[in-house]
């Protein structure tokens, strides 16, 4: 079978949507390599940071990812002396993520310059059609769920 282009707006839109977002995803996760982080574990320490410690199940809802992969993530973070996994103290059935203080601290010192590259990554646009840009996001749910938080 042949698959043949669509002129399909709905369908080109979404596919230049997507690419987009890969290609800037790739863009800004780039400056995390010397740190020794994927953009996966960045994104956790994040949700750690701003959270204070969760379940992983929690980590994974803000992150859209499966338990799995935020097992993996976690199993690296701990490895590397960034996270910790704690026993709940209110429920010992559950296991919850922290970050170390060695995790805070690269955490700390590299957002700042996170941020710095993704400001560079959108600076083709003006503020005018980054207030757009992010309306219509919201306009069909990007923004996702109560969960979802921005990898920024």
């Known amino acids: 079978m042949k698959v043949q282009a669509t002129q399909d707006t709905a369908v080109q839109a979404y596919v230049k949507l997507i690419r987009t977002a890969e290609a800037l995803h790739v863009r800004v996760s780039r400056g995390l390599v010397p740190e020794g982080l994927t953009a996966s574990q960045f994104s956790a320490m994040k949700v750690l940071r701003l959270h204070g410690s969760l379940p992983q199940r929690d980590i994974a809802k803000y992150l859209l990812q499966s338990g799995g992969n935020i097992t993996l993530v976690v199993d690296n973070l701990e490895r590397d002396g960034l996270a910790q996994r704690v026993r709940s103290t209110v429920d010992r059935r559950i296991v919850e993520v922290a970050l170390t203080k060695k995790g805070e601290e690269l955490f700390d ?44």
């Open 109 to 152: 010192r590299i957002y700042p310059s996170h941020l710095d590259r993704i400001r560079d990554a959108m600076s083709g646009l003006n503020s005018e059609e980054l207030a757009e840009l992010q309306a219509l996001l919201e306009s069909f749910g990007a923004a996702g769920s109560e969960h979802c938080t921005p990898v920024n």
